[in-house]
């Protein structure tokens, strides 16, 4: 069974920096890539960044590529997201991601079948 625990969610002033992380438990191959996917109210599920975590290849949506940076740590099974220069367009929940990914690196919520809990950024102006 996969498990993915998320955190490090908070609510920040724009411009602000948060961490976030995702932890894994369960079959290894389900964590070939992993990565973050937000929601806010009344849109859908975006990607946010993705990550091999063998190679360390990462993908960025356009809105965040240098702003947020992704990174993984395999001795912990973990994921990060470090988010800086936050915007207020940035408030959502975001949930952790991971899975196989045998054709390419995932970056729609289509392409992944194991999720986290959710954890709420607010970014406040």
């Known amino acids: 069974q996969v498990q993915l625990v998320e955190s490090g969610g908070g609510s920040v002033q724009a411009g602000g920096a948060l961490r976030l992380s995702c932890t894994h438990s369960g079959y290894s191959y389900t964590r070939n890539c992993m990565g973050w996917f937000r929601q806010a109210p009344g849109k859908e599920r975006d990607g946010v960044a993705t990550?091999?975590?063998?190679?360390?290849?990462?993908w960025y949506a356009d809105s965040v590529k240098g702003r947020f940076t992704i990174s993984r740590d395999n001795a912990k099974n973990t994921v990060y997201l470090q988010m800086n220069s936050l915007k207020p367009e940035d408030t959502a929940i975001y949930y952790c991601a991971a899975d196989r990914c045998d054709y390419r690196l995932g970056r729609t919520p289509a392409e992944f079948n194991y999720w986290g809990q959710g954890t709420q950024v607010t970014v406040s102006s």
């Open positions: 990550i091999y975590t063998h190679s360390g290849a990462p």
